[in-house]
């Protein structure tokens, strides 16, 4: 571990990445500067976390695509296997944790911002014992996924491959749990290109060792699920080493006893993180499965999984000023400056709008030559240019209300944005899809127009007024009061708790 001078050495290099310090009343220091310059500085900050965001997002999709595709050679079956084990399965829990995980950048995002640092490697364990009792629960779907996908309407010979797979796939499973807090235990300290490294290294690890356990090997499907495995737990090892070998000094001392102190707060702040996340990232496949039940529904489903995989791709960079809004928002609010949290939200919602507008211009230009990048069938093609208009304003949609979410996170507002989640999706957005979709014979169409109307627009709608009418100085307020309820004061006598 690094000697107490290291880290005192180290504190003015940290320092230099933190917010500058301004009075509690959040006026800034210099009134004369410009708005232009403002600006500048003010993306500098947000792009250092949002550039290695969107890469290191990109990498982990492209790290599914990557064993997908090898699988993809061995037969129908097994890339049916693989898909659903990884899209349904794995998917289903994938939501949960990631949003659990987003609990950090609340506490560790204020507590950096208010200079308590030592308290971001207590959050990161309180955060891993949380998400790892959390991965025990969930594992009885690993173990049952066969009878679930059978239930679910699957064929027999895929949902028993599914299951065999599924069970492969537990180790990475487990590998969430550590890696989504070591990602944000990083990121709130603008540590983000060490994040875009490690995934740059894994996406080449999960490149060989699918190539390896596949047709070297010739492991066939099995191999692709140990693949998966070895890449996620590579980038476990990748971030855990550099945030406990003396990179972040100050962050990390070492492992401790307080880590079991207060966990039912934190579990109650992780359960409502993970519930906000989880309740939209079910919302999208639920599209898809009641897609699949209408009648002559193959076309749809291929259109609508053309118009899904451009949005996934795209919703990379919106799910990055997620990141890293909750950061900025969460920094700036627990280094009491209520101004430059409210000037970074202003500053990152116009950017990703900016984005946002930029490919949905570019969908209706292109609406009719986009689904040629996945299917020659004119069918498909003739479904999907129907459908480009929906599509590019759900990418205008989600332009804005990642970053309005992570506003959100990063004051803690997660429990309300879980109600507002459940309201906009479940109750107006889902029984206004189906209305439109079997009771005015929109099909496909109205389906989705139905979910994105009443389920993404209204929750942006609401999610803007909310923060539109917070009171900034109170939510700077309330992070100095959550930064004390949730810190204790570093003491000569604490190194005795420490397992160096």
């Given at each position: ?242 945030a406990a070998c003396g990179w972040c000094p100050q962050t990390w001392t070492g492992f401790s006893m307080q880590a079991f102190s207060g966990l039912w707060e934190f579990t109650k702040l992780s359960a409502a993180s993970g519930v906000m996340l989880c ?146 999706y479940y109750i107006v957005g889902l029984p206004l899809g189906f209305l439109m979709g079997w009771v005015f014979n929109l099909s496909i169409g109205g389906i989705w127009g139905g979910m994105i109307f009443g389920g993404t627009g209204l929750q942006t ?40």
């Amino acid at each position: 571990m690094a000697s107490s001078k290291d880290r005192d050495e180290n504190d003015d290099l940290t320092l230099s990445l933190l917010p500058e310090p301004l009075p509690q009343n959040g006026a800034h220091e210099n009134k004369n500067e410009s708005l232009s310059i403002r600006v500048w500085t003010e993306t500098k900050k947000l792009w250092q976390i949002v550039g290695p965001a969107i890469f290191s997002r990109l990498a982990s999709y492209t790290m599914n695509v990557i064993t997908q595709a090898f699988a993809g050679h061995l037969g129908e079956v097994q890339l049916a296997s693989i898909s659903i084990a990884n899209t349904v399965i794995v998917g289903f829990n994938f939501g949960l944790l990631l949003g659990m995980a987003s609990a950090l950048e609340t506490l560790c995002g204020q507590a950096f911002g208010a200079k308590r640092y030592h308290m971001l490697g207590i959050y990161l364990q309180r955060s891993w014992i949380v998400l790892f009792l959390c991965c025990l629960l969930l594992t009885p779907v690993y173990i049952f996924a066969t009878p679930i996908l059978k239930l679910l309407g699957q064929a027999d010979d895929v949902a028993e491959l599914s299951g065999v797979v599924a069970l492969w796939l537990l180790p990475l499973h487990f590998s969430f749990a550590f890696q989504f807090p070591l990602q944000r235990f990083l990121q709130c300290q603008l540590k983000n290109i060490v994040i875009a490294w490690v995934s740059l290294v894994g996406l080449l690890v999960n490149a060989l060792v699918s190539w390896l356990f596949i047709y070297v090997l010739d492991y066939g499907v099995v191999g692709a699920a140990i693949a998966l495995d070895i890449s996620w737990w590579f980038l476990v090892f990748g971030l855990y080493v550099y945030a406990a070998c003396g990179w972040c000094p100050q962050t990390w001392t070492g492992f401790s006893m307080q880590a079991f102190s207060g966990l039912w707060e934190f579990t109650k702040l992780s359960a409502a993180s993970g519930v906000m996340l989880c309740l939209e990232n079910w919302y999208y496949r639920i599209l898809i499965l009641m897609t699949g039940n209408l009648k002559n529904a193959t076309i749809a489903v291929d259109a609508l999984s053309v118009c899904m995989t451009i949005n996934g791709w795209e919703l990379m960079i919106p799910l990055a000023f997620f990141a890293g809004t909750g950061v900025r928002v969460a920094n700036e609010l627990g280094a009491g400056n209520w101004k430059g949290a409210k000037f970074a939200t202003k500053v990152s919602v116009v950017e990703s709008t900016v984005i946002g507008v930029f490919f949905c211009v570019l969908i209706m230009a292109f609406h009719d030559k986009i689904a040629y990048i996945f299917t020659s069938s004119s069918a498909v093609l003739e479904a999907v240019d129907e459908m480009a208009y929906l599509l590019a304003i759900t990418i205008l949609l989600n332009s804005v209300q990642p970053v309005l979410s992570g506003v959100a996170v990063g004051s803690g507002w997660q429990a309300w944005v879980a109600y507002i989640n459940l309201f906009c999706y479940y109750i107006v957005g889902l029984p206004l899809g189906f209305l439109m979709g079997w009771v005015f014979n929109l099909s496909i169409g109205g389906i989705w127009g139905g979910m994105i109307f009443g389920g993404t627009g209204l929750q942006t709608l609401i999610l803007a007024i909310i923060t539109i009418r917070r009171d900034w100085e109170k939510e700077a307020e309330k992070a100095n009061q959550r930064v004390l309820q949730w810190s204790t004061p570093k003491t000569d006598n604490q190194s005795e708790e420490q397992v160096h």
